[in-house]
């Protein structure tokens, strides 16, 4: 199912859903496998998971790494050794939680899969423990299995990334593994199912999902619910289940065999065979040729994994381990040190400068961590965060959606030149109905002086905007407004790419060009800074004159990082005479 939907197959749409599959299978087996050790084998018990689990674990991650390199600009390399180096701490979920959502399809990330794994392991490290709270008391495990099914909801709004990547969330499917497990222990009573009606229920599953995929239901949270009912019934009628072997049990045995190879492997296959820089390098299209050569190269590679590393390494022992494992993660942090000063050999120094623009930029206005909603909600806050080293000067606060993220760091720097302060408003929005009443809290709660607002095009509310224009001046303040930029169809790093290597045309536009398209919004802006509390800052100017500039002809640097955001150079172009507005504005 996970292969399928990496490789965007039709009727696959909702693949993804055999993770949770997994996860039930996985609670089931492991508490049958460990109330067979007995609470006393705890460290054999240790040893087996991770005999089973990381060395081909291991093998792939650093061996994708590798051949990768071979491949990939530069800035993917820094990506690339800092998944093996997270993967090699068996924490990729924590990487990829931190880093965005599993169902964005930018940036490559052929370690992606990874993330289930380390979550499976550190389902395994809690085990024993629940294995011992189930012998106190079997009320308290199953309040914890509700608990963590009333978080995976509640996640669902407030944070989905939260919910996702993270146990507290998933633990739930571990642990209605765990509960029939410990069911049928206790349960005696034997039953016979015909093998025709097993399979009448084995298709259920996969018939609905087909359909729910042609009739292009959206994503939901009872399609999870429902993917581990029906896993708790397989698994349930399937040890009543007389098996006759034919043909088709016999593939569902090999498949089962190499699966854990498969789901290894598949991933990276097909991040390298549908490779290219600056497109959509996790969900995949559906070429015919390529899917082909994926299934082959998978088929090839899992069985390799599965003989040379997954099959010995189960028999070995735990000096075996600890080598392979220190080993790894040697080379993964050597990797990880050592990737800045290497990244670069083997690409000239245009596309040096090309790949340097996805690392040109801005990291999220208030840290990484802030931008996770609950721990924003657990935190209560803050609002805004200060992004001066010190308050000192005029206080200035930007609001605005990512255009304002991607200038921050480049405004900080010229307002803290003047002598001033910036703070930026936590929420990544233009000003909107849900906003509105936060940023005028934050202009009074932070005593701000002058308001700074910019958001791409298209998203006035003039309202709203009416509404927080007067709020400013009524307030005292002063705002200025920074123009929409130009923005392009198609990611120009990539238009830059193919100009340079294949002489495809960039696509460039003309300040008349946006003018026409930007017309009423400008023009709304333009009135507005009548006032002498507002001025308007025209980003159109800037850029084009009349021909909109793509690469900063001074260091040769790109100024957008996609298709409509601009690279730290790219904010820095911009604001090069934003002095002129302070000033004003200030008069």
């Not at 259920?204 to 999870?224: A, W």
């Not at 045309?505 to 008349?512: I, M």
Request: aromatic share 16%; net charge positive; proline share 3%.
């Amino acid at each position: 199912m996970v292969f399928g939907f990496h490789l965007n197959l039709p009727g696959f749409t909702f693949g993804f859903l055999g993770v949770d599959i997994f996860f039930v299978i996985s609670g089931f087996l492991m508490m049958k496998i460990y109330s067979t050790l007995g609470i006393k084998n705890i460290k054999q018990f240790y040893l087996k998971r991770f005999l089973r689990l990381t060395p081909a674990y291991l093998v792939v991650s650093l061996l994708t790494t590798f051949i990768f390199f071979t491949r990939v600009l530069p800035y993917e390399k820094i990506s690339l050794v800092t998944q093996n180096f997270y993967a090699n701490l068996l924490a990729s979920n924590f990487y990829y939680w931190t880093e965005n959502q599993y169902f964005v399809n930018s940036g490559l990330r052929p370690l992606l899969t990874f993330w289930s794994l380390a979550l499976e392991i550190q389902f395994y490290l809690i085990l024993p423990f629940l294995f011992l709270l189930m012998k106190k008391t079997m009320k308290l495990l199953v309040f914890i299995t509700f608990l963590s099914f009333i978080l995976f909801i509640v996640l669902e709004t407030i944070s989905p990334e939260t919910g996702f990547f993270l146990l507290p969330g998933r633990l739930w499917e571990f642990l209605v593994g765990v509960h029939l497990a410990s069911f049928l222990d206790a349960y005696n009573k034997k039953f016979r199912i015909s093998t025709f009606t097993f399979r009448i229920i084995l298709i259920t599953f996969p018939v609905f999902i087909l359909i729910i995929d042609l009739m292009e239901v959206e994503k939901s949270l009872i399609f999870n619910v429902f993917a581990v009912v029906y896993t708790l019934i397989l698994l349930f009628l399937g040890f009543h289940w007389q098996e006759n072997r034919n043909l088709l049990n016999n593939f569902g045995l090999v498949i089962g065999k190499y699966s854990y190879s498969i789901y290894l492997v598949h991933l990276p296959i097909i991040s390298l065979v549908y490779y290219k820089p600056f497109s959509d390098n996790v969900k995949f299209g559906s070429d015919l040729k390529l899917n082909l050569v994926s299934i082959l190269l998978v088929a090839i590679f899992s069985f390799v994994l599965f003989n040379v590393v997954e099959q010995p390494f189960r028999g070995s022992g735990a000096k075996n381990l600890i080598y392979l494992h220190s080993f790894a993660l040697l080379i993964a942090v050597v990797l990880l040190l050592t990737v800045p000063y290497f990244k670069n050999i083997g690409s000239d120094s245009m596309i040096r400068k090309i790949s340097f623009s996805q690392e040109d930029r801005s990291i999220y206005r208030c840290g990484t961590f802030n931008r996770i909603e609950i721990l924003h909600k657990l935190m209560q806050g803050p609002e805004s965060c200060l992004l001066s080293s010190r308050v000192i000067g005029e206080r200035f606060l930007l609001v605005g959606n990512s255009h304002a993220d991607s200038i921050h760091s480049a405004l900080n720097s010229k307002l803290e030149s003047m002598g001033n302060t910036l703070y930026i408003l936590r929420d990544p929005l233009a000003l909107n109905v849900l906003n509105l009443d936060l940023a005028k809290q934050e202009v009074v709660n932070k005593k701000i002086d002058v308001v700074i607002y910019h958001s791409s095009s298209g998203q006035l509310s003039k309202l709203v905007f009416a509404d927080f224009v007067e709020f400013v001046h009524k307030e005292g303040k002063r705002l200025i407004i920074i123009g929409p930029i130009p923005v392009y169809e198609k990611s120009v790093p990539a238009s830059v790419y193919k100009n340079y290597l294949y002489s495809e045309l960039l696509g460039s536009k003309t300040l008349q060009f946006f003018q026409n398209l930007y017309g009423d919004e400008v023009y709304y802006y333009r009135q507005l800074a009548n006032s002498s509390h507002t001025v308007y800052f025209n980003s159109l100017e800037v850029f084009c004159t009349p021909t909109c500039q793509l690469i900063d002809i001074v260091n040769g640097n790109l100024l957008y990082f996609d298709s409509n955001h601009l690279t730290n150079t790219g904010a820095a172009f911009l604001l090069k005479d934003f002095e002129n507005a302070i000033r004003q504005i200030s008069e």
